[in-house]
C-alpha cells in the first residue's frame, strides 16, 4: 500500500497503512501474511472509493463487498480470507476508536 495514491480516499488509506504497520510491527506477522492483507485490503479500498465515497464501509458496506466477491468468481474459501482480513482490520479501528461499532460482527462465514 503506497502512501502516495492521491486517487484513493485518505482516511480509510491512513487508517489501512496503520493497520499494516500493526499487523508488521506490533503483532510481528511474517512478511507474506502482510502482503496477502495489503492485497486484500488494495481490493476493499478500491471498492470503498467507488461505493462509499472511501469513507470506511458500514454492514450494508460490507455485505456488497462480499457480495461482489462472489460476482467476481471468488470461492468461499477466498471469501472466507477476505472476512478474516476484514475482521481484523475492522477489531483494530475499533480498539483504536476510528469506529463506534464492528459492522463485521454480524457477518457470518461462507459455507465451504
Known amino acids: 500500500m503506497d502512501d502516495a495514491s492521491p486517487h484513493l480516499a485518505q482516511p480509510l488509506h491512513a487508517d489501512l497503512v496503520s493497520f499494516l504497520n500493526f499487523c508488521r510491527i506490533e503483532k510481528g506477522l511474517a512478511a507474506s501474511s502482510v502482503s496477502a492483507y495489503q492485497a486484500d485490503l488494495e481490493k476493499f479500498e478500491r471498492f470503498a472509493a467507488r461505493h462509499s465515497a472511501g469513507a470506511v464501509p458500514d454492514l450494508e458496506g460490507l455485505r456488497a463487498y462480499v457480495d461482489s466477491m462472489y460476482h467476481a468468481g471468488l470461492g468461499a474459501r477466498s471469501v472466507a480470507r477476505n472476512l478474516s482480513t476484514l ?7 475499533l480498539r483504536e476508536g476510528r469506529i463506534a461499532a464492528d459492522p463485521s460482527a454480524y457477518m457470518g462465514s461462507p459455507k465451504q
Open 87 to 93: 475482521r481484523s482490520l475492522y477489531g483494530f479501528l
